[in-house]
């Protein structure tokens, strides 16, 4: 494998499609992932925070990765999250997925246990060595109460070769930018936030891993490799059209919005799993005024 590998700018993370019972709905799923490749997308992750990760527990999310991989594994590169916050059972998960056939792993800063830098650290170094595929790591401390810091993200970039990117939800522009400056050829800084994709991509990010690109994936992937070709007059414009709907998919726990989003355009997705809760008559309705605004719903 090369030092870094390389995945495109733009990475839906794809919501999980459930059914009445909310289970599992695979072949929703199959469908789903179907019409992002086929509206030109060229990489997923599946099974993110996008997609209720703390509650499709480990044998469905294998049926998860399964379906997704036959469906489009063939047309998409495959990017499965795996990580948890017991670093042993995360090992032998990704183990197990790598079996798979997906094309990389995401890792996310562990949760509830607190853990201080050097056990981020060692945390990722032992998953990323447990496995050859590429990893991308996944910074969220409004989710997880801990910051992964510059200095413990760029340690891992230089010294695990297979640690190729991260998704940066930190919204600490100070950090992303030194992240940035001072990470090895190869290593790309995603946005974890919608919203900032363009301020983070001026600061030399790579792109964004995406929750409206459920939703509207050209219009995302339009500002995305606007700025990739300097093009940042038509970046702007795409993306200030586009704005209030990325606000609004975050008024309440993501991906709750996102969810009634899919329903709202007509391709239902299901409900979310306790403890989240469906949206309610009145954000579906604010929600279809500003998708009628931004022109995503007709």
């Known amino acids: 494998m090369p030092a870094k590998t390389q995945f495109s700018r733009f990475i839906p993370a794809m919501i999980t499609p459930f059914d009445q019972n909310l289970d599992l709905d695979l072949p929703r799923a199959q469908q789903l992932a179907t019409r992002l490749v086929d509206k030109g997308v060229s990489a997923l992750v599946i099974n993110g925070t996008t997609g209720e990760s703390p509650t499709v527990f480990y044998p469905q999310k294998i049926e998860l990765f399964k379906a997704v991989i036959e ?8 990017i499965a999250n795996v990580g948890d916050n017991c670093t042993a059972d995360s090992c032998d998960f990704a183990r197990d997925v790598v079996k798979l056939g997906v094309d990389g792993i995401m890792l996310v800063v562990p ?3 607190k853990p201080p830098q ?6 990722f170094k032992a998953i990323a060595t447990s496995v050859e595929l590429p990893v991308v790591l996944y910074n969220i ?4 109460v801990i910051n992964m810091e510059a200095e413990t993200t760029l340690r891992l970039a230089h010294e695990v070769d297979n640690i190729v990117a991260v998704k940066e ?11 940035i400056k001072d990470a090895p050829e190869g290593f790309h800084v995603y946005s974890g936030d919608d919203e900032v994709t363009m301020a983070i991509m001026e600061l030399g990010g790579w792109g964004v891993i995406s929750t409206i690109g459920n939703v509207t994936p050209e ?3 339009e500002i995305v490799e606007a700025m990739a070709a300097g093009d940042r007059t038509r970046a702007l414009a795409a ?3 586009l704005q209030p709907l990325m606000k609004e998919l975050f008024i309440t726990a993501n991906p709750i919005m996102v969810k009634e989003a899919m329903k709202l355009i007509g391709f239902d997705c299901g409900g979310v799993r306790l403890p989240l809760v469906d949206a309610t008559p009145e954000q579906s309705a604010e929600l279809a005024e500003v998708m009628r605004a931004t022109g995503v719903l007709e």
């Open 71 to 78: 469906a489009v594994g063939d047309r998409c590169q495959i």
């Open 111 to 113: 949760y509830y246990n």
């Open 118 to 123: 050097e056990g981020l650290y060692q945390h």
């Open 141 to 144: 401390p409004g989710r997880c």
């Open 169 to 179: 939800a930190s919204g600490k522009m100070d950090q992303i930018e030194a992240i």
């Open 219 to 221: 219009r995302m992937a």
């Open 239 to 241: 993306h200030l059209k």
